[in-house]
């Protein structure tokens, strides 16, 4: 069955880092692009950033920009996405997802989601 | 701060046809096409409308998409109570708000 699984639910302390992960599934990210969403606790969507793992080209939302890493193992079919220190603010779940094409950009598949918890 | 503004909530009772809208810029929905997906409570998001009116295998027939200019549409049809859950529209953005934007979100209410 083609899926992403997401690493489970963690819990830090603000100034910590964190570094969560998405793996693929057989090749099912071989030329796609992957990104990741936040929801905060009872928020909308907010698309983050992705990633073409094959050769690890990036993008990220203007608001996200600086405050995480997306990152990828292509060997390996996972994704990552890290912070290097963590605030309250992070607190959210966080979905990885496939974007379809690069011509519409539809989310096709996702993961069931990671949440994170910082709290002092 | 998203970019693809839509109405808070809907609600109708079963059978009943409601409509979402999901209006945008000629960055965004005016040049690019319209995807839209349902969470339902506690669940991963799932997509439901891709390319403006397409529906993915799997994704029943009451369930359509609308596009005109720089705003477009959900509308399902036959509302059912399993419908209840949250929607969201998204669209690629040209502009600085990308690349890719996200609704604010319809919470949808079968009374």
């Known amino acids: 069955e083609v899926q992403l699984v997401q690493s489970g639910p963690e819990v830090k302390k603000p100034g910590e880092s964190l570094n969560i992960s998405c793996q693929g599934s057989?090749?099912?990210?071989?030329?796609?692009?992957v990104g990741w969403v936040r929801q905060m606790p009872g928020k909308g969507l907010e698309w983050m950033g992705m990633i073409y793992p094959d050769d690890s080209d990036t993008r990220y939302s203007p608001s996200f920009r600086g405050r995480v890493t997306i990152s990828a193992d292509r060997s390996i079919d996972t994704l990552y996405l890290q912070w290097s220190s963590l605030q309250a603010s992070d607190t959210a779940i966080y979905f990885c997802?496939?974007?379809?094409?690069?011509?519409?950009?539809?989310?096709?598949?996702w993961g069931r989601g990671t949440l994170v918890t910082v709290s002092s | 701060q998203s970019v693809l503004t839509q109405p808070p909530s809907a609600s109708g009772t079963p059978g009943q046809r409601i409509t979402i809208s999901c209006s945008g810029s000629r960055s965004n929905i005016g040049t690019n096409t319209v995807s839209w997906y349902q969470q339902l409570s506690g669940t991963a998001p799932k997509l439901l409308i891709n390319?403006?009116?397409q529906r993915p295998a799997g994704v029943p027939a009451r369930f359509s998409g609308s596009k005109s200019g720089t705003s477009a549409s959900l509308a399902i049809s036959g509302l059912q109570s399993e419908d209840e859950a949250d929607y969201y529209c998204?669209?690629?953005?040209?502009?600085?708000?990308?690349?890719?934007?996200f609704g604010t979100g319809t919470t949808v209410t079968v009374l």
């Open positions: 057989g090749s099912i990210f071989t030329n796609y692009w």
């Open positions: 390319r403006n009116t």
């Open positions: 997802a496939r974007h379809a094409d690069y011509l519409n950009w539809y989310f096709d598949l």
């Open positions: 998204a669209a690629w953005d040209d502009s600085l708000n990308g690349p890719y934007v």
